[in-house]
């Protein structure tokens, strides 16, 4: 699942993918979700567990385990 807060991305995402969602009440408590923000731009503050898995020149994705999803994103 592909939990992405800028309606923008989430487009983008979405070309690739339809596991794409804006909100962190949508995904599944057994699924791992991969949080995509961009690199400069302004994003909600990320859970303190989320490990970057991905580190690019627009974006940074970072990855929650399914134990970890209990904690709440605020989404703009």
Do not use: C, Q
Not at 2 to 17: A, Q
Not at 37 to 43: D, F, I, N, P, Y
Not at 54 to 68: E, T
Request: proline share 12%; glycine share 2%; aromatic share 8%.
């Amino acid at each position: 699942m592909f939990l992405v807060p800028d309606i923008r991305l989430k487009y983008w995402v979405e070309t690739l993918t339809p596991n794409a969602v804006r909100s962190p009440n949508e995904p599944s408590s057994n699924t791992a979700v991969i949080i995509i923000v961009e690199k400069l731009g302004k994003h909600p503050p990320l859970p303190l567990k989320a490990r970057p898995i991905y580190s690019g020149n627009y974006i940074n994705a970072y990855l929650i385990m399914p134990k970890l999803l209990h904690l709440k994103i605020s989404v703009d």
